[in-house]
């Protein structure tokens, strides 16, 4: 009980305060002179670079495992991830310029609507039912969220504004779900890849991609960050502070997934993206009507019903792994109390006691199990 509250109080503190510093150093002024913070390249290389550390200590020391050994081929491949992660996070940092920081959270729990989009269009791929529920319930919840608000301003220029900040949020989901694709498939592909090393590999990445662009002579971007930092000190404390508790947050979810499983974590965060909303509507001051609660609630409800699916067909899964092992080990019993003459009877013949079929499915079910673990680790890559 004790290991489920430091792990829930971790990630609850963590991303709270992350959610705060974002919100403070992307949105409000500094100075008398009230100065925005809108260095974003800058800002996520500091996030990058911390969460390599972090995650390097991590690996090493917490879970003590060894690094990569890294092929020409392997940075090929999280350099191409880190590249798609490092342009879609611009387009969620711009989406603040139209819409406020608990629109744009709410947005972002719709991570599931642009994927689909996609694999449906380009892909002709089919999804149960309850997956094109979801999508409805979100994608109502976020319009009616939008339309009452819009509706209590009167302000048809507010509403384009809004409407623009939801499309750039759009374009960065589009892009996560790229990278979501990407590592699924370097996850599939490569098996001694795990969500630690993603975690440190991708962020060493970013942080390479993203120097490269800041030190380019013709980009000034840099220069002008270290001289608002340094006439504004507070912000260089705010900026410390993000960077630090996400990436310890990233940490925390790995410890409680590795601790407590999938839908714990899954809960866990869920949850927390709420109490982002309620942190950043009462200390910062974003009215909310009650029919933009009622709206949020469909959000999240869409959200808990595809978790709960979700979940439900992993229990499948490890119910028919348990009920084909269990038939194997029952065969290859039956053999081995066979006499040696019926066992040379039946030499050769090892399909009579664990038939081709049945091996394989035992082979592809834990191939996918063991997928899917290692997959859910990416979770921390993107918790945020």
Partial sequence: MLDFLICVGGIYTCFLTWSAMQERVTTQTYGADAQKFQYTIVLNLIQAMTGSLVGFIYLRVVQRKAM??????RWLRFFQVAFMASVASPFGYMALRYINYPTMTLAKTCKLVPVMMMNVVLYKRKYPAHKYAVVAMITMGVSAFMLFKSSSKGSAKATENSLYGLFLVFINLAIDGLVNSTQDHIFADDKEVTGQHMMCLMNLCCSILMALWLMNPFNPELGSAVAFLQQHPRATVDIGMFAVCGALGQCFIFYTLAKFGSLTLVTVTVTRKFLTILFSVFYYGHPLNGWQWAAAGIVFAGITLDV??????????R?????VTSDEKAKVKAEDELSDDEKLAVDGQASLFVPPPLGSKVEGIEQQIGDLRRRQQAVSVAAA
Avoid at 68 to 73: E, G, K, V
């Fill in 68 to 73: 990569l050994d890294m092929s020409r081929r």
């Fill in 308 to 317: 709960y699916k979700k979940q439900a067909g992993r229990k499948a899964q």
């Fill in 319 to 323: 119910q028919v792994l348990v009920e």
